[in-house]
T-cell receptor, first 116, second 111 residues
């Protein structure tokens, strides 16, 4: 059971480049989400999804796009990378019922992104 | 807007000591509260999940309590070990179906 898998683990980009962080889960979770973790700022929600074809914005969505074409995958796209997007990115998933993610949240190992 | 605060930010204790980590939140309309552990350079691992209707959850040497009315949760670690050294974060699932995280307590257990 792989859980939540993120790729790549490390990435260096130049300002203005685009890239996609991949996230896949094999637990049949409806809810998937992306966070960024910065020193002194804690974990902040970027985007989330409660099922295939459904996405919504979190606290810090600007500069990022997501899509959810399948239950298993939830990629995060950086459209035009900026140094302010240097961070550690985490994907997380859980079961979703009754209008809320009521199950425990499972995290990937993280993707460390540096934008020069 | 939900705000989650964890005090203290860092804690150092000798091995074998019992300890309590604190988490407070401003909006009591929550679905659940979770405690996580994060080791350096790693992702978060869920330790305990307390639904809004529950008062506490236990797993091994860990016990978490929830008092929704006062907006507080505590994580009790019994007989601490050096392997417990990590950052502990709490998070609440609020009415917007989003989790809000605290900044964490960095715990060091000295041999």
């Amino acid at each position: 059971n792989a859980g939540v898998t993120q790729t790549p683990k490390f990435q260096v980009l130049k300002t203005g480049q685009s890239m996609t962080l991949q996230c896949a889960q094999d637990m049949n979770h409806e809810y998937m989400s992306w966070y960024r973790q910065d020193p002194g700022m804690g974990l902040r929600l970027i985007h989330y999804s409660v099922g295939a074809g459904i996405t919504d914005q979190g606290e810090v969505p600007n500069g990022y796009n997501v899509s959810r074409s399948t239950t298993e995958d939830f990629p995060l796209r950086l459209l035009s990378a900026a140094p302010s997007q240097t961070s550690v990115y985490f994907c997380a998933s859980s079961f979703f019922a009754g209008g809320a993610n009521t199950g425990e949240l499972f995290f990937g190992e993280g993707s460390r992104l540096t934008v020069l | 807007k939900q705000e989650v605060t964890q005090i203290p930010a860092a804690l150092s204790v000798p091995e074998g000591e019992n300890l309590v980590l604190n988490c407070s939140f401003t909006d009591s309309a929550i679905y659940n509260l979770q405690w996580f552990r994060q080791d350096p350079g790693k992702g978060l691992t869920s330790l305990l999940l307390i639904q809004s209707s529950q008062r506490e959850q236990t797993s091994g040497r860990l016990n978490a309590s929830l008092d929704k009315s006062s907006g507080r949760s505590t994580l009790y670690i019994a007989a601490s070990q050096p392997g417990d050294s990590a950052t502990y974060l709490c998070a609440v699932t609020g009415s917007a179906r989003q989790l809000t995280f605290g900044s964490g307590t960095q715990l060091t257990v000295l041999p």
